[in-house]
């Protein structure tokens, strides 16, 4: 049996594509407008069809391999409700979750997937969004279903919630059935990290991994714009000071054999992918801000698998 062909848009490092792939899915094209997330999957799948350009110029006409594909799916910039901020500040991310429906006109696919913030789901600040993506998904005649997943549900060590839109053509809709946990318990920061933490010899490794019980807090990349790398808002540093994490910064390397057992530690880059659930292999471009960056904007890839693995059975129905 062929693969089930998909186009990602907004990319970014991979981690939905990368979740898709192992559902069975074959990228006919990945798209994101900064060159070094598009480095980035180059660098770990050379033979996809990468293209940078901003999905705001993206002409379906120039690339007809993506037209009639199986899924059009996309972990877009987080929309942000225009009763909290300015509008200039969310009016892109709007803009990009327009153009990814109306993408739908031109490549058909026969399943729609987009991933964004739990409010995109049921709050009344997003109502007109919502609005505006049912009239547009009914005319091309889809049917589909919004929820909200927790990425801890499916193995990531991590409390991230994400809103999710699921369109599938008219006959297929009826065989979709979003998905469900696939682990029985979440996964604790110090069980997730422990075992790099004493990578380099550290005596306080597993007295930290004891007392780190509860999973990470959401990973967020921050604007391109302003800030270096850290953890999160002030709640969130606060979650990872009681786990002797020090929120506001990352390390460039783990503890050593001379650090303090009972010290405040930093988070590495590399373990920030492992709470994203990336594979260790997993090779992010650019220095280490724009490497944490990409992972904290990211979707995990095991709701990816998650995902596609509902969409395929559907498809396949």
């Not at 292999?281 to 944490?292: L, S």
Request: with cysteine; proline share 8%; charged share 20%.
């Amino acid at each position: 049996m062929s693969k089930l062909r998909f186009v990602d848009v907004c990319a970014g490092a991979g981690g939905l594509a990368l979740g898709l792939e192992k559902a069975g899915f074959d990228p006919a094209l990945l798209l994101d407008r900064k060159a070094v997330a598009c480095e980035t999957l180059r660098l770990n799948r050379p033979a996809w069809n990468v293209l940078e350009t901003d999905l705001l110029d993206f002409d379906p006409a120039e690339h007809q391999h993506t037209y009639d594909v199986d899924l059009l799916s996309a972990g877009l910039p987080r929309v942000k409700s225009s009763a909290t901020v300015a509008r200039a500040e969310t009016e892109e991310e709007l803009r990009l979750l327009e153009a990814t429906v109306l993408l739908a006109h031109s490549i058909q696919p026969r399943a729609l997937l987009i991933e964004n913030v739990p409010g995109l789901v049921d709050s009344p600040n997003f109502e007109g969004v919502r609005e505006f993506i049912r009239k547009e998904l009914e005319h091309l005649g889809y049917r589909f279903r919004w929820f909200v997943l927790n990425a801890a549900d499916f193995g990531v060590p991590q409390d991230r919630k994400q809103g999710v839109l699921v369109a599938l053509k008219e006959r297929y809709f009826p065989a979709f059935s979003p998905p469900v946990p696939t682990v029985s318990e979440h996964i604790p920061v110090g069980r997730a990290l422990r075992r790099s933490m004493a990578a380099r010899g550290w005596p306080g490794a597993d007295a930290w991994a004891a007392q780190a019980l509860s999973v990470a807090p959401t990973l967020v990349g921050g604007s391109d714009k302003r800030g270096g790398a850290d953890l999160g808002p002030t709640g969130t540093k606060k979650a990872w000071a009681r786990m002797r994490v020090n929120g506001g910064t990352l390390g460039n390397e783990v503890p050593g054999p001379d650090d303090s057992p009972s010290g405040v530690i930093t988070i590495t880059v590399p373990q920030a992918a492992l709470l994203q659930s990336f594979p260790p292999d997993w090779v992010f471009a650019g220095k280490k801000t724009v490497r944490y960056r990409q992972i904290g904007h990211a979707s995990p890839p095991p709701v990816g698998t998650a995902l596609g693995r509902s969409i395929a059975a559907a498809l396949s129905s």
